[in-house]
Every structure is written in C-alpha cells, then in structure tokens.
C-alpha cells in the first residue's frame, strides 16, 4: 500500500517519504548499542593472535550452548552427532569440522521457525537477501544485533577507506525508487537524513548517464557504494560520453566481483581509490580491505571455514568454498553456514599490525549484463524472483535485444498465475521485452561447477 501511495506523488514528496524511512533507519542501526560496540571493534584491531584465539573461542562456545540450549534445529542436529551442553562449553576452535553444516536449503526452510531461538530479542525484523534469483533468505535482526553488525561494518568498511557515516554518499542497489511510469527522469532520490543520493539500477543507460552525474553533483556526494557492476557501468557510461564527475574520496563496492579493470576505470573516473568489501545480509561474515589494499577477515564477526577440493577443512587457510560461523547473531544463528561461495586465503601476513586473516581473493559472481531495448543495462534481477512462493531456483537468459528465456525450477506450491506477476515485474526493469517461460527440473552448474544466474547471449556481453 505505501508503495502504490509513494508510486503516485510529486517528486518532493517522494524525497520527503524516503528521508522520513531514512530517519527511522538511520535510528535503527545508529542508537542504542552502536557506539560503544564502534569503540570496542576498533580496540580488537590491536589484537594478536593470542588475543583473537582466546576471544573467539569464548565466542564460539558461548554462541553454540546457547543454540544447543535454545534453537530447535541445532539441538536436534548436535545431538545426533553426539553433544551435550558440557561438551559444547569446552569447544576448541579446532573442533568446529565435527559440527554438521547448515544448508542454504535449510534456512530458507527453517530460517522463521526451528533456527529462530526460543529467547529471541522480540523486537527484531526480518530482512530478505538479494540472491539472484529463487527464495531469498530472510535474516532476523533485532535491535542490539542490527546496531553491532553496523557498528562493525563502520569501523571495517567506511573508516578503513577513510570516511564515515556522516559522509554524503551516492547509492546504486535494489530498491525500485522510479515509478514504473514515470521513463524521463530524474533517475535518483534523496535521503536528507542520512545524506544519501540513492541511483536507480534499473535505468543506467547512455541516455540517461548524465542525469545520474547531475544527482552526484546535486546532492554534494562523496563516496560510492553499491553493486560492484552497476557502479562499474555508470563510470564506463560517463568515461565513454566524456561526461565530469567530480573527485570523490572513495568507491566501495560490495555484492559482486570487484576486478582490476573496475578498479582502473574507478581511479579514473572519481579519482579515488576503490575498497572492496564482501558480508551480505546473513551477516555472518565480514571481509573488507584496508587502506593497504588488503582484504583481511574480521575475526570478531565470523570464523572462515576453507573447504578444499579433496574435501578437506580448515579454518582461514587454504584455496576452495567459503564456510561460515556468525558470532553476532544469538537469535538466528548461522554455524558452519555454506554461503556457496569460493575463497583463497593468502599464504602469507599481513603488512599492517592487524594481526587479522588475510584473504588473497573471494570467488564471487561475476554476472553477464543484460541490455534492454532502450539501451539500459544491468545485472540484478532478485526483485523480479522475491516472494514468490513455490519457486525453487532460476535462470535468466537473453537470447537478443527483445526476447528473455526464464527457466524456473519450481515445486508443487507454485502457481503459473505467478508468471503474470514476473513478466509485469521484469518489464518495468527492462522495457517491453519477449518474456518466455520453461520449466525444468532442474537448473544445471556451468563447466566450472558453478550456478549462472544471468546468461546474455549478445555479442555485447
């Protein structure tokens, strides 16, 4: 319903409903707990190996009697395997690959009912993914677990690449904030309480490229943050047009695979320097680079499983898929959670006195981009996939400027009513397209044994 409303008013009052969010947000992750969890991620920096040992073990063990204790799904999965509440208070670090996985399949099952602690903080919310397609996660924050994990990403993300929440900052994510009617600009809008121009992903185009410069100038921004693509390709768009940006003091970029030719086209387009960042909303791992341009593991947040090749585990060693243990979330804990994602861990230390895992490259997804027929471009397609029940997994395939192939892999709980629902929601982010439908039983892995989301068959991509 405040979609439908905020979908029909006048641009200024568009701007005043998101700002009026804005304050309610910035509330959320800013107050309470906030501060004083700031100071004490930024102390842990000094910590040795020792110190980080001692502490995570602590952690650990708090973290995995109280799911023993509380969460349905872990009681019954560390029974089965031979644990007990005294066991679990003596955990070694050491121990974690005796501990069953958490599936991804499972928390999307189980994620609101049997992984949820029966002393959960009952003023939290749940926040969905942004996986590419299929049934997202949804991840349960409550106040004081949402006000740390911030305070962490403020001291690791922002403060390493030299800036902070008070910084203005231009936004390129998920959010539908252009009505689907409205095709003539402007392509941003503004969050005055938290200085936040916030770009549409769905209209970065060569046509439209100088109005997203236009709302960076406007609005005083001075760093960038958001998809790693979408970002990239706005800058491409503006090199390429010969367009002037102004300097801003850095880039971060997050979700998808930050490249060297990103980085490149970054530096000289803003004039600054890129961080990359890798977390997600599960939030049970932070890995961020420092102003040495070294990704280093925060230890204090999650444990680093590598899963190599011959099956073997280790932690934050090694080259293969990344596992991981949240260590701030009680209320809906993520033990040995398998992201799908792929690690190399570097094989030497890092240069700075954070005595923290230092990470040589994260294996995440590098998407095709797709091209509507107006000549917008992008990469992200979850809000065409969220909510909608029954669907299991799915493919999206552009077979030229005016056809898209969906492949859906679906249970019996998916009605093709829903196909109306997906075809409105893919052309208000694409244009009028060719939308088919199939509908296997599966969608198969790459010859690199992995998933592709987004498959472009243009010459382009």
Known sequence: MLLNIYNKLPLFFQNTMISAYGYYWKHRRFGGVFKEQLLQFKKREEFDLEQWRDYRTIQLRKLLVHSFETVP????????AGFSSDKLKKFELDDLNSLPFLEKEELRKYGQSKLMSENKDKKGAFYSSSGSTGTPTNIYYSLTFH?????????????WAGIDRFTPRGMIGGRRIIPEAKSNGPFYRYNAAEKQTYLSAYHISEKNAENYIEGIKKHNVEYMTGYAISNYLLAQMVNELGLKAPQLKAVITSSEKLTQEMRDLFKRVYKCKTFDSYSGVEA???ISENQDGELLVSPDVGIIEVINDEKECQIEQGEGELVSTGLLNFDQPLIRYRIGDRIKMASTATKSKSQMPLVEEISGRIEDIVMGPDGRKMVRFHGVFIDITGLINAQLVQEDINWI??????????DRKSELLIKNRLSSQLGEVKITFEYPESIGLNKNGKFKAVISKLKSS
């Open 73 to 80: 799904l872990y009681n019954e999965k560390y029974k089965n």
């Open 147 to 159: 006000q740390t994990w911030s305070a962490a990403f403020e001291a690791r993300i922002r403060n």
């Open 284 to 286: 049970c791992g932070l």
């Open 405 to 414: 192939r969906l492949r859906l892999q679906v249970n019996k709980e998916f």
